[in-house]
């Protein structure tokens, strides 16, 4: 492997590339390594976009299932590899890639889905949700409410067999956790059509959120941060829907004085979780976003900590650990 793609040979690599490109002249395509089409889609150049096959050899089993044929979407289950599988919580999970690149398959993701499966004694259920700009949002949020509607009918042998779908939790981290928030606010109301499965709350890891305004966290941290407001805001143009600027509750959880379906949330008990730390230049809307829950009177529980990176939970196996430990203390029904 070259050093190039030994860089990309994970999703966060990506980002340190990005500290070089910190003013508005860079080519954001060149940069993430994607050609315009003339129709409006794009094309990811497949070196720099590796993926693994599910594995059945580590400390998580795990297989892929299709969700939607039309749509050609897809998940990734992983049951821990453990004995004693018996009524296993679930957890919804998207991943990360700013809505417009990455799959569930992205040797990161996949290694810390199954750590996850391992740590929480939890049955994975990572959604292969469509990816923008072919398909803006509310694309991926469908894909993700679709997969509820799958747990939900137990069709799957995994899902039958080892889990309890009266205790599921919806996760995401970076796009994913914007994913996992959004399909919460609709699922909310959807309650009684979801059951028997009920979820108990969110977890948001470095949630990718945005707004109009920028905060002190996107404009002050330093090149060496990552994830420049050049590449952030091309991923607002590519996944929201077309004419939305980053002034759009899928963006802004406090548009317009955020969600009446918070209501919802606040009534059906669940908790929310939210992760991150202050070398993220997503922090800051990610403490604002925390507050504002709080002021709403959601049961929301921050984790936030000093330094590190976005996209440090799904790549270091200490602070993975560390985030487990916190959704853990969130959801005490949780075993080990
Ligand atoms: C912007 O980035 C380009 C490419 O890295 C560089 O050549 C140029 O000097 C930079 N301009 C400023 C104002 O930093
Ligand atoms: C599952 O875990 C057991 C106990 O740690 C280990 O001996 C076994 O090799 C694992 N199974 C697979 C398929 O890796
Ligand atoms: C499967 O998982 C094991 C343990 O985590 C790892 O050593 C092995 O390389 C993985 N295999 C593949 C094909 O990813
Ligand atoms: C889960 O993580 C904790 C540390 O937070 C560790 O002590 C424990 O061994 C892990 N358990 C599994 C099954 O990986
Ligand atoms: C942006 O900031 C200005 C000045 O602080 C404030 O008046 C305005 O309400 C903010 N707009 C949004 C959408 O948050
Ligand atoms: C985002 O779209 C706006 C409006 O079309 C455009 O002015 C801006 O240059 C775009 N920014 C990026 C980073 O693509
Ligand atoms: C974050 O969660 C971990 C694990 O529960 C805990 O040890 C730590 O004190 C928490 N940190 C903050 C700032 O809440």
């Not at 190039?4 to 940069?31: C, E, G, H, M, R």
């Not at 993430?32 to 089993?61: C, M, Q, W």
């Not at 509820?148 to 981290?173: Q, S």
């Amino acid at each position: 492997m070259d050093a190039t793609k030994l860089l990309l040979f994970t999703i966060l690599a990506i980002l340190p590339i990005l500290n070089q490109a910190q003013n508005s002249t860079v080519d954001p395509y060149k940069l993430l390594h994607l050609i315009p089409n003339p129709d409006g889609s794009i094309t990811r150049i497949k070196e720099f976009y590796p993926t693994v096959p599910p594995n059945t050899s580590s400390v998580a089993f795990s297989r892929d299932v299709p969700l939607n044929h039309d749509k050609k979407t897809w998940i990734r289950l992983y049951l821990p590899n453990k004995s004693d599988l018996v009524n296993l919580p679930i957890t919804v999970y998207a991943h990360g890639g700013g809505f417009i690149i990455l799959s569930t398959a992205t040797p990161n993701f996949d290694w810390f889905l199954s750590n996850t499966a391992s740590n929480l004694t939890v049955l994975v259920v990572s959604v292969e949700y469509r990816l923008a700009p072919e398909h803006r949002l509310p694309a991926a949020y469908d894909d993700v409410l679709e997969a509820l509607h799958w747990v939900k009918e137990k069709k799957d042998v995994w899902v039958n067999k080892y889990a309890d779908v009266t205790r599921c939790i919806l996760m995401g981290e970076s796009a994913g956790g914007n994913i996992a928030y959004n399909v919460g606010l609709g699922a909310s109301i959807l309650n009684h059509k979801l059951k028997p499965l009920v979820i108990k709350g969110l977890v948001l890891i470095q949630p990718f959120f945005g707004g109009l305004n920028r905060t002190e966290s996107e404009l002050k941290l330093p090149d060496s941060a990552g994830l420049p407001l050049v590449i952030t805001d091309f991923m607002w143009n590519l996944s929201l829907p077309l004419g939305g600027s980053r002034n759009h509750p899928y963006c802004d959880p406090m548009f317009g004085g955020g969600s009446s379906n918070l209501d919802k949330i606040k009534e059906l008990g669940w908790r929310v979780a939210i992760a991150g730390c202050d070398g993220d230049r997503l922090y800051d809307k990610q403490v604002e976003v925390f507050m504002f829950l709080k002021k709403q009177g959601v049961d929301v529980v921050g984790n936030f900590s000093k330094g590190d990176y976005h996209g440090v939970f799904v790549t270091e196996l200490a602070k993975s650990l560390k985030l487990f430990e916190f959704v853990r203390s969130v959801f005490s029904y949780l075993r080990y």
